[in-house]
């Protein structure tokens, strides 16, 4: 069984060829899951395929570094596209059994925002893993971060 693990950990981002989660998520699914973002938010189709694949990259990061207590956290923006993804449970389902080692990631949201530097944290580490970061989804860093930083959930 595949985990996140297996996905190659890229040790330069830079010089490296960059993730992507079109290469992972099926076409059907994707474009389902960009349809949804523009139905329930004021996206066009290329800024919610923007949200979308950060979506992708910070859960598929959070399932890679499972059990680690590393305190991951989106950005309000990144947490969107995060939203969708486990709201379709079935295929959220699937995705943690295909990359999480069949251990299903939980979403734990606190009340209170973190102001603790740990959302560009998750940014530089879902780089460090691979994947494009999209950082301007990511500038909200500052009062951002209310999910648990448990090592099984984000």
Known sequence: MA???DIPVATDPV?????????IVPADLWEKQVCLLMRDYPY???MATR?????YAYLLTAMSFRGQGLGL???RLVDVGAHTIILDTVAYAELCDKY???????????VEMKND???IKTAQLVARAGWEVDLPLWEDAADCGPCHPGNDSH
């Open 100 to 110: 999480n080692g069949g251990h299903f990631l939980h979403h734990v949201p606190e």
């Open 44 to 46: 066009d189709s290329v």
């Open 3 to 5: 985990t996140a693990a």
């Open 117 to 119: 530097g740990s959302v």
């Open 73 to 75: 956290a989106p950005s």
């Open 51 to 55: 949200v979308l694949g950060q979506g």
């Open 15 to 23: 010089t490296g060829p960059a993730l992507s989660p079109r290469d």
